[in-house]
């Protein structure tokens, strides 16, 4: 996991806005255990750390192991869920960005399992045509939105999200960002693509012109999928420090490439769903400037 990754995990999972990077590897906040593990139940120091090679430790108070083991020690502590805390693990863990894609086991599940399904209701802002358009179902059993995730145009996996948990989780072996792909990526852009970190970004702001996802930061492949198009790329990242990260790290690989825009101003909102959703997108869009 790169030290970008580890940052996203702390600010955006655990919540913490304080870290440390180390030259070692290691990326350093407070303790996530220090109220039940801590002497004076505190952390002022940064004792814990997380390492680029997927460990986790707490020089204070000795909690240690594996990442994909964090959530579920955490869960022991607080009886709480981490959920989309664990997708994020089980998708970064492995660095897609070293990877050998031609070592990847490319599976597809059988598209007549959406037809087991109705079309989802209208929440979170979907409207019947987003609906239709993205083809979402819904699960009545555990109440949950599926959001199909084609790769070469067939069903590579289904992202779910649960409507009484919040929780996020995958069916099938999605390694469509691995490969390059982007959510959405099978409706072309005609003059602009907006580029996004989430699914409901990239269905709700498709309403005005083409969006794709990454489903969290961008890989370097996704990256460069986009080097090779002929399209304005607006940088529409959430607006938070993850979503700056993302910013930074696509002007790295895409700038002096492709022509990069960006919104200056989100007008006190959090992503681009949040935009469309308090019809701000319109005032939004005049305060794009391109960056390179």
Request: overall charge positive; some cysteine.
């Amino acid at each position: 996991m790169t030290r970008e990754r580890i940052i996203e995990l702390i600010t955006k999972y655990l919540k913490q806005k304080d870290y440390r990077v180390i030259s070692t590897g290691w990326v350093m906040t407070h303790c996530p255990f220090a109220q039940w593990t801590h002497v004076d139940g505190d952390d002022k120091r940064f004792s814990f750390g997380i390492s680029v090679r997927g460990g986790f430790n707490c020089f204070t108070c000795g909690k240690k192991g594996s990442l994909f083991d964090f959530p579920k020690m955490l869960s022991k502590f607080t009886h709480e869920p981490y959920f989309e805390m664990e997708e994020f693990i089980k998708e970064y863990i492995w660095e897609e960005d070293t990877c050998d894609s031609t070592s990847l086991e490319i599976t597809y599940l059988q598209d007549e399992i959406l037809d087991l399904y109705p079309y989802a209701p209208e929440v979170l802002s979907l409207k019947k045509k987003d609906i239709k358009k993205w083809n979402i179902r819904f699960d009545e059993a555990t109440q949950s939105l599926l959001f199909p995730v084609y790769l070469n145009g067939k069903l590579n996996g289904i992202k779910v999200r649960n409507l009484r948990n919040k929780a996020f989780y995958t069916i099938g072996n999605i390694v469509m960002k691995k490969l390059g792909g982007w959510y959405g990526d099978w409706f072309m852009p005609k003059k602009w693509l907006a580029l996004v970190e989430g699914e409901r970004d990239a269905i709700l702001l498709s309403r005005y012109l083409t969006a794709w996802a990454s489903m969290g930061s961008p890989t370097v492949k996704q990256l460069e999928t986009i080097m090779s198009l002929p399209f304005k790329v607006l940088l529409f990242f959430d607006n938070d420090e993850s979503g700056r990260n993302m910013e930074k790290k696509a002007i790295k690989y895409l700038g002096g490439i492709v022509p990069l825009y960006k919104p200056t101003d989100y007008f006190g909102c959090k992503d681009p769903a949040e935009i469309v959703e308090k019809r701000l997108l319109k005032k939004v869009l005049k305060t794009v400037k391109k960056i390179v």
